[in-house]
């Protein structure tokens, strides 16, 4: 027994000479997402229509981007999501030019890696498997579009009235690799509603937390300086 004990304690004094073990060393990525914009042919009928302007979460999201190229240099991996097909019929359908141009002038201003998705497959494949994910973690993710209490409707009122054809939903979670994400991630959803379900079952699904709107946000009052969406009156944040 005094043999084991001495063996114990010199491998404990060697291991204090030799110092803690070396942290696992990884880049980080800043990942910006964005959904589509509805149709006035659908929402012209409601009290409140959606999106009187094409560019509602375009333009929240390239001052996101803004500001991480700012604080985080030039060499930061930035890249920016966006659900291609909703601009796409936007342009065709009721804005009559070419809007992803206009998206691809934010890219080249910000030197971001703008990533086009079309489906949900896309979208999680590109969070699993878009980097190196061994050897890039997601430091932050933040969503710039519709949502409800449950899902990010990255399509809405876009080819059905008031409903949606692509979407992530807080059942498909399960689907991300939970091993993606670098410790403290910075997850948020600038969409409605978010924080009343979907924050605490992302928590529960990946381990990190995702703050979320209990309420709606507001797209409006998008030239103030430094702006971003804003919960709705007696709203808060989640998470």
């Known amino acids: 027994m005094k043999k084991l004990f001495c063996c114990f304690?010199?491998?404990?004094?060697?291991?204090?000479?030799?110092?803690?073990?070396?942290?696992?060393?990884?880049?980080?990525?800043?990942?910006?997402?964005?959904?589509?914009?509805s149709l006035i042919e659908w929402e012209k009928f409601k009290t409140a229509p959606h999106d009187h302007w094409w560019a509602n979460f375009v333009h929240a999201s390239r001052i996101r981007l803004e500001e991480l190229r700012t604080k985080l240099g030039p060499a930061a991996k930035v890249t920016w999501m966006v659900y291609k097909k909703g601009y796409e019929r936007r342009a065709q359908r009721q804005e009559k030019r070419d809007l992803i141009a206009n998206l691809e002038s934010v890219r080249d201003k910000y030197k971001v890696k703008l990533v086009y998705f079309n489906s949900e497959k896309e979208f999680l494949h590109y969070l699993n498997h878009g980097q190196p994910r061994d050897r890039v973690k997601i430091a932050d993710l933040e969503y710039f579009g519709h949502s409800n209490r449950a899902c990010f409707l990255f399509d809405y009122s876009n080819f059905i009235d008031t409903g949606s054809k692509v979407w992530l939903h807080e059942k498909e979670l399960s689907q991300i690799d939970p091993t993606i994400f670098a410790p403290h991630a910075f997850i948020k959803s600038w969409g409605c509603h978010t924080g009343e379900s979907m924050s605490t079952k992302w928590k529960k699904a990946l381990g990190c937390p995702m703050i979320g709107a209990v309420g709606s946000t507001n797209y409006a009052n998008s030239d103030a300086p430094g702006w971003h969406p804003s919960l709705a009156p007696h709203g808060r944040w989640r998470w």
Do not use: C, D, H, N
Request: no cysteine.
């Open 9 to 37: 304690f010199f491998l404990y004094i060697i291991s204090l000479q030799a110092g803690p073990l070396p942290q696992a060393s990884f880049e980080k990525e800043y990942i910006v997402v964005t959904g589509g914009p």
